[in-house]
């Protein structure tokens, strides 16, 4: 196959939803129709339980698991399927937020009866900002949830994105009779199970007869009547849209029933967008371009503690990536040779020779790799949109075993490379902060600093609103600025200014004081 070929067949995305909508189950039922795995219930222990309560055996697991499920490979009628898995638990959304950096379209899990969630909305904000084309699958029809046409309007006014159901659910809950594909114009029925595939009904048109023989007059009626006014008020489906972020596809179905979930993926694999180009700072790269360029978007370190062992992933942007092929490592100015690339079929990972834009390769490393970082075969590039985002609490962290002082700070920056969470040093009295998303992350890294480091630390309260980062055309405007607020001045990990505002009032006040002072909450501006 050429390049061409092998890009145009990729189909790389991610699934997300707020936590319990179904994203485990429909991943799961993709990879059974892709033939990658062979019975319900593989995937799932992919997930920490959600539970408030932490558990680390739990965690411990959860580090082991996910670079098997990190990415999910499968051919299916021809196209090559990269899934990207997200992390479950709302504590570790800013993996999710990078993870979505590297995709090029991303399937969203509603429950039905839930409808809109917060951690949907949140990432569907990122998508916006990227102009991921999306795809939103209704889920947990079999169950009773809200009108279908109410969940239609929700999304619409949630998520800010116009939508247009490409199926439409026949009753729902118990009374559910299956959907009717409009992208398709067929009918499915629907008979609860697990594991198989649910019958189709051969239709003309929606006049078609055999649809009041298949769920009743009274149903056939109203399914029509549903799909006038779906016509009617809902503009055409148009792919250019969707490509560009405009509009959604939504699709109803019943993942833990494997119901709707063909359709979906049928549709996905023939709409979905294959590799596009991605701007780095210097240019945009194309993917059909002959040399090798790509980004590390996730790292997973030390899976091993006795062996400092981490799996950075790469996506590979363009070009042709090889096996034992001199790249350059843009940050470090380094030439490496990576001899033992892994690929991510099913859910095995195997050593492979070559990878196409689109793919993601795992290559094992020993401290090269931050998140961030850019290879290719020689060029200057620098791959942009990483986002960090104002962490949402704050804690001083302070070392509680001064023989391992070393350790501690090692053990800190290691884990802030692989972006467990964000390092910002006070610049008045030198401390160290970590901002992170939520509760659970102080306690993984309080767990994981002494288990992989033998580092001890305890966590200080610490009370700010957001971490902004600043800059300005005016360099004597920010330099009176960061004079006069010193005290709640900080660098980030970069080593970029960051004000520190306690309050929503100090930051607006900042804002109005400082007109020449642009204020970001989020580093990638
Ligand atoms: P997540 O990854 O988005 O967090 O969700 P997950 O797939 O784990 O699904 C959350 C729960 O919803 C699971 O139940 C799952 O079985 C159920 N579920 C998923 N799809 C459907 C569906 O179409 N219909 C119905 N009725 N339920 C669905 P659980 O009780 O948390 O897990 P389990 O004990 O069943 O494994």
């Known amino acids: 196959m050429t390049q061409n070929e092998e890009i145009a067949r990729r189909r790389t995305f991610a699934i997300i939803s707020h936590p319990d909508a179904g994203k485990t189950t429909l991943t799961e039922k993709l990879l059974l129709f892709g033939g990658a795995i062979h019975v319900a219930g593989a995937v799932k222990s992919n997930k920490i339980k959600k539970t408030a309560t932490s558990d680390w055996m739990e965690i411990e697991k959860q580090r082991g698991i996910s670079v098997a499920t990190s990415v999910m490979g499968f051919d299916y009628e021809g196209y090559k399927i990269n899934i990207l898995d997200t992390p479950g638990h709302q504590d570790f959304a800013e993996d999710t937020y990078r993870t979505l950096t590297a995709v090029d379209s991303v399937i969203i899990v509603v429950d039905v009866a839930k409808g809109v969630e917060q951690q949907t909305r949140r990432l569907m904000e990122v998508c916006r900002m990227r102009n ?122 019943s993942a833990l029933n494997t119901f709707g979930v063909k359709e979906l993926l049928d549709c996905f694999v023939k709409i979905a967008p294959a590799p596009k180009p991605v701007t780095a700072e210097e240019r945009v790269v194309r993917p059909d371009e002959p040399n090798f360029s790509g980004f590390v978007f996730k790292i997973h370190a030390n899976m091993d503690p006795n062996h400092r062992s981490c799996i950075a992933f790469v996506k590979v942007c363009s070009g042709k990536f090889e096996r034992n ?8 100015g380094k030439i490496l040779k990576f001899a033992a690339p892994t690929a991510f079929m099913a859910q095995k990972k195997s050593i492979v020779d070559e990878a196409w834009p689109g793919d993601i390769v795992g290559i094992p490393d020993t401290g090269n790799f931050k998140i961030g970082d850019t290879l290719t075969q020689g060029e200057e590039l620098h791959f ?122 100090v930051l607006q006040m900042a804002r109005n004081d400082n007109p020449a002072i642009r204020f970001h909450t989020s580093s990638e501006y």
């Open 132 to 253: 991921t084309p999306v795809i939103i699958f209704v889920n947990k029809l079999d169950r009773e949830g809200r009108d279908p046409f109410e969940i239609l309007d929700e999304l619409e006014s949630e998520l800010k994105i116009s939508v247009r159901p490409l199926s439409w659910p026949i009753n729902i809950g118990a009374k559910f009779k299956g959907v009717y594909n409009i992208y398709e114009h067929s009918l499915d029925l629907f008979t609860p199970d697990k594991q198989r595939v649910s019958e189709r009904v051969e239709i003309d048109n929606l006049d078609d007869p055999r649809i009041d023989e298949a769920v009743g007059e009274t149903d056939a009626a109203k399914l029509r009547e549903d799909i006038e006014l779906i016509d009617g008020v809902y503009p055409e489906f148009s792919t250019e849209e969707y490509l560009e972020g405009k509009s959604a596809p939504v699709f109803f179905g």
């Open 325 to 332: 092929a001199p790249y350059r490592h843009i940050r470090q």
């Open 384 to 505: 942009k949109g990483l986002p960090s985002f104002s962490p949402e609490m704050f804690k001083y962290i302070e070392n509680t075993d001064p023989m391992k002082t070393k350790q501690l700070e090692k053990g800190i920056h290691q884990l802030m490379d692989e972006g467990v969470a964000q390092l910002f040093i006070n610049q008045f009295n030198g401390r160290k902060i970590i901002g992170t998303v939520g509760q659970l992350q102080f306690e993984v890294i309080q767990y994981r600093l002494l288990h992989e480091y033998g580092a001890q630390c305890r966590w200080e309260p610490i009370s700010l609103y957001k971490a902004c980062w600043i800059e300005s055309d005016d360099p004597e405007a920010l330099a009176q600025f960061k004079r006069r607020k010193h005290q709640f001045m900080a660098l980030d990990n970069q080593g970029r200014d960051v004000f520190l505002a306690d309050s929503n009032y």
